[in-house]
């Protein structure tokens, strides 16, 4: 009974939670409508996302540490920026002030790729870490979803859901190594037999666990040609 009524009230508070959300971004369109201002300054824009000074932060800052390429798993791991400065922000404005129009300047950062950045066979599927119903409930917004399809947008692919959320509701930045590992064990699913090449799509690249997990449900399904895409690395967290 005293469960029932501990998830009862969880549930209530997130309903409250998600009605302040839309009552708050209303009050915002209101006042400061839709590229009104900055998502990296926050000063009066032009109408674009971003003003021409945090554009150009953006594009040529944090070059030396940019597009950074490991093994994961056995897969190649991409991350386009470190995770700092104005890319932090705006993944953070995507992921918890479900800013839409992140997703596409994170995802335009591809406009710029070096040439040594792989090219994609064209039966090629961007695909992304889905996250917990309850927290896509609550936040209103995939923001995973939207950076695989400004992904597959920009390199011209086809997007796709294979991954389905099984478990690993506990958020993964508050937990250590060990409760990362322990928290998306068998977190995630094949959502249909794959035979062709899979691009996965995140926003941060921490301690490569949720990637991990996520290359194992995509070889557990057939994949053969993996490659991995984070928006931002979080430099020294392994």
């Known amino acids: 009974m005293d469960r029932m009524r501990g998830r009862n009230a969880g549930s209530r508070f997130a309903l409250f939670r998600k009605g302040a959300r839309r009552i708050r971004e209303g009050l915002e369109q209101i006042v400061f409508p839709e590229g009104a201002v900055c998502l990296g300054c926050g000063k009066i824009s032009d109408g674009h996302a971003l003003c021409p000074v945090c554009r150009a932060e953006l594009e040529n800052g944090e070059l030396l540490e940019s597009w950074n390429q490991e093994d994961i798993a056995g897969v190649p791991a991409w991350s386009i920026r470190p995770h700092r400065g104005l890319a ?10 479900t800013e839409r129009r992140a997703a596409a300047e994170l995802t335009g950062m591809l406009r710029s790729r070096p ?9 090629t599927v961007v695909t992304w870490v889905p996250m917990p119903k ?3 409930r609550e936040r209103g917004i995939d923001h995973g979803r939207l950076l695989a399809e ?3 947008k920009e ?14 509701g506990r958020p993964q930045a508050r937990l250590n190594m060990a409760g990362r590992e322990q928290n998306l064990q068998n977190a995630f699913a094949p959502a249909e037999k794959i035979a062709f090449p899979v691009l996965l799509v ?27 895409l984070a928006m931002t690395r979080a430099l020294g967290d392994g």
Do not use: N, W
Request: with cysteine; charged share 25%.
């Open 88 to 97: 932090r922000k705006l993944v953070l404005t995507l992921k918890h002030g």
């Open 115 to 123: 040439d040594y950045f792989p090219s994609f066979p064209p039966d």
């Open 134 to 136: 309850r927290r896509q």
């Open 150 to 152: 400004g992904v597959a």
């Open 155 to 168: 390199l011209g692919l086809t997007c796709q859901a294979l991954l389905l959320r099984m478990g690993g």
């Open 202 to 228: 995140d926003d941060v690249l921490t301690t490569g666990t949720t990637a991990r997990r996520c290359i194992e449900a995509l070889r557990a399904a057939g994949a053969k040609e993996i490659t991995f």
